[in-house]
């Protein structure tokens, strides 16, 4: 089964600094690999996505992620956070099997002191 | 205009109590889901249905029965409910997911006492 593995449970950033959170997927075929962010008390909403194509992905509000199908990882990146960017941050794969079906990553909390 | 809704946003029931949590989407999409988000805020798929149809029965309790009145629409009813059903509740759908991914609702926050 797919699975999806966040090491970072718990990031503390000054604003300015640069981030890097880890996604490690397990599917060996063909992945649809998403980051969603949830900032607090709000839903899900989608930062970026990849599907094929250039393996590395520019979001909204200034994320980007790479696919490195190699390390079976697609990180989350970002040159400077803001205090603003506080919030979960989910990585997910979907199954690819018929159903579709979006398998979430444990989350990243990401604190950013002003 | 709300893409995917869900009503109520907060739900306070006591043990053993029956519930029902809303969903509509108006995003025209053929594939609705449930998820669960704990309290350490991993989020599960319970159950997806095509076109009115179920396609994803994740092992969730028999408590819990979605259902599909149209494909706009997946319903959630809880019976007999029990404190670790606290959690919160999120409605999704997608149609082509390549183009433009899973739409997720706001949540219901479904707290039992």
């Known amino acids: 089964a797919q699975s999806v593995s966040q090491h970072n449970h718990h990031v503390i950033l000054s604003e300015a600094a640069s981030l890097e959170l880890g996604c490690n997927y397990s599917?060996?075929?063909?992945?649809?690999l998403f980051w969603y962010v949830q900032y607090p008390g709000q839903h899900l909403q989608l930062l970026l996505k990849y599907f094929s194509g250039d393996p590395l992905v520019k979001g909204i509000k200034g994320f980007e992620a790479e696919f490195i199908k190699s390390k079976f990882s697609f990180n989350l990146r970002k040159p400077s956070v803001q205090w603003s960017d506080t919030a979960e941050y989910f990585c997910?794969?979907?199954?690819?099997?018929?159903?579709?079906?979006?398998?979430f990553g444990t989350g990243t909390l990401l604190a950013v002191q002003p | 205009d709300t893409a995917v809704s869900q009503t109520p946003k907060y739900l306070v029931t006591q043990m053993g109590n029956d519930k029902s949590i809303k969903c509509e989407q108006n995003l025209g999409h053929d594939t609705m889901y449930w998820y669960k988000q704990d309290s350490k805020k991993f989020l599960k798929i319970m159950f997806s249905?095509?076109?009115?149809?179920?396609?994803i029965n994740e092992t969730v309790p028999n408590r819990f029965s979605p259902k599909s009145p149209d494909k706009a629409h997946l319903n959630l009813h809880i019976n007999s409910l029990e404190l670790g059903d606290s959690a919160v509740y999120f409605c999704?759908?997608?149609?082509?997911?390549?183009?433009?991914?899973?739409?997720f609702g706001p949540g219901t926050r479904l707290t039992v006492t």
């Open positions: 997910a794969v979907t199954d690819g099997g018929a159903t579709n079906k979006l398998i």
């Open positions: 249905y095509n076109n009115k149809e179920l396609i």
């Open positions: 599917y060996g075929g063909t992945v649809n």
């Open positions: 999704a759908s997608s149609q082509d997911f390549r183009s433009s991914g899973f739409s």
